[in-house]
């Protein structure tokens, strides 16, 4: 993967805690959403997933870490939610380090 755009935490204590680098692929329909490639992949092995800003009016262009997003499947599908940060560091440390591989 060449260098992320984010790295993509989650406050859950879940599979999604360990931190994802993150690089953005291009638009993913409407609503602000974004085919992303994930390293390492999601908890189900893919490499590629969706996101999208969970509030409305945020923007995952240009707003200031960390943003709130959905995590979609291909198909549409929610899949988990979580935050985008701009270091590993900052995605690791939502979850008290519990994410931290």
Do not use: C, I, K, N
């Not at 943003?67 to 008290?96: C, I, K, M, N, Q």
């Amino acid at each position: 993967m060449t260098e992320p755009d984010f790295y993509l935490g989650s406050q859950e204590l879940t599979a999604w805690a360990v931190p994802r680098a993150v690089r953005f692929l291009g638009p993913a329909g409407t609503h602000g959403r974004v085919r992303a490639a994930l390293d390492p992949p999601a908890p189900d092995g893919a490499a590629e997933l969706v996101l999208a800003p969970r509030y409305s009016g945020d923007s995952l262009a240009d707003a200031e870490p960390p943003v709130h997003v959905s995590v979609f499947a291909p198909d549409g599908t929610l899949v988990a939610v979580g935050e985008l940060y701009r270091t590993r560091d900052e995605a690791a440390a939502t979850t008290g380090g519990v994410g931290r591989l």
